[in-house]
């Protein structure tokens, strides 16, 4: 079946111009989002540049990603090549990491004069990134308060420009954090807000309240065995992907099924997946804050202190 590299592929010949954004095209800048630019980020922040050159910039280097799938150069060479990705100006690249605090990225794609989609990046191969994630459960994490400042900084640095908000995994959290808790000045120029199979916030820790003031912007889209998007769901409207891969591989962008411009939709979750979330649930309401807490920083420090940082998906690729 179809994937988002096929529909690079077909639809790559027209611009945004003549065939407007679409959930598709959402869900490539949300890959794209794991790419390490950080060799390219003074030149990305002062003057942008072209997705089409960072592509063949990351070909001609070895290039890093953090993404649980290979990003092939093929993906790369086949982005550049195209009418509809490769004039996409890259903009506003951050990347933040601590071997033991946080993980937090975020790449601007300006893909017309006036509307940028902000990507936030999703959980990489870092161990505390996957720290990270459990600790959603208890407090806000560092991440989320990186991706509600940038986003204020991006917005206010560009005025006569609308916002796509989004991310994959944690990303998708990090745009619905950040997208609610920012100023009503910032929401006014955010259109839409794409949750890609990502955490909603936790109802303990942040009043979800703050959701109604974006609840009809948010787009959340999960894989058919969905794990990591039904973590504490609070979104009424979820749209559900038929995906090739068994069980948690649905969680990979890449395995999500498309037809046309539009991913392909089942009407539900399957019932094995609701099975396992109901344990999931079960697990939570049964432990407290503190308790949370505890589980998490002990399991996940000494993960670290013995000297593993990192998973082993992700790779840096040799020039080819």
Known sequence: MANIFDYIKWRGDLSFDVSPFNELDNAVFSLFSYLDLKDLQKEINSIGISL???????????????????????????????ER???????????????????????????????????????????????????????????????????????????????????HSKGGNLAIYSCAMCEKEFQDRITTIYNNDGPDLCEEVINTDVMKTIEDRIVK??????????????????????????????????????????????????????????????????????????YVNNFFDKIIDSGTTRLPWGENNPTT
């Not at 109901?278 to 308790?291: F, G, Q, R």
């Open 52 to 82: 089409s050159d960072v592509c063949r910039y990351l070909i001609t280097h070895d290039y890093h990603y953090g993404y649980m799938n290979k990003i092939t150069t093929d993906f790369l060479n086949t982005l550049a090549n195209s």
């Open 85 to 167: 990705f490769g004039k996409v100006i890259i903009v506003d690249y951050i990347d933040l990491y601590h071997k033991k605090k946080y993980q937090f990225s975020s790449t601007g794609f300006l893909y017309d004069d006036s509307q940028i989609y902000i990507a936030f990046r999703g959980t990489d191969n870092s161990i505390v990134a996957w720290k990270e994630d459990f600790m959603m459960s208890f407090s806000v994490i560092p991440a989320q308060k990186f991706a509600l400042s940038f986003l204020r900084k991006v917005i206010s640095k560009h005025p006569n420009t609308d916002f796509i908000v989004g991310g």
């Open 221 to 294: 889209i999960v894989p058919d065995f969905c794990i990591v998007g039904m973590i504490f769901n609070n979104t009424k409207n979820i749209k559900v992907v038929k995906a090739d891969n068994p069980a948690f591989l649905q969680h990979d962008i890449l395995n999500w099924n498309c037809i046309g411009t539009n991913f392909e939709y089942v009407d539900d979750v399957s019932k094995n997946a609701n099975r396992f979330n109901s344990l999931i649930d079960k697990v939570l309401e049964n432990t407290d804050l503190s308790k949370r807490k505890e």
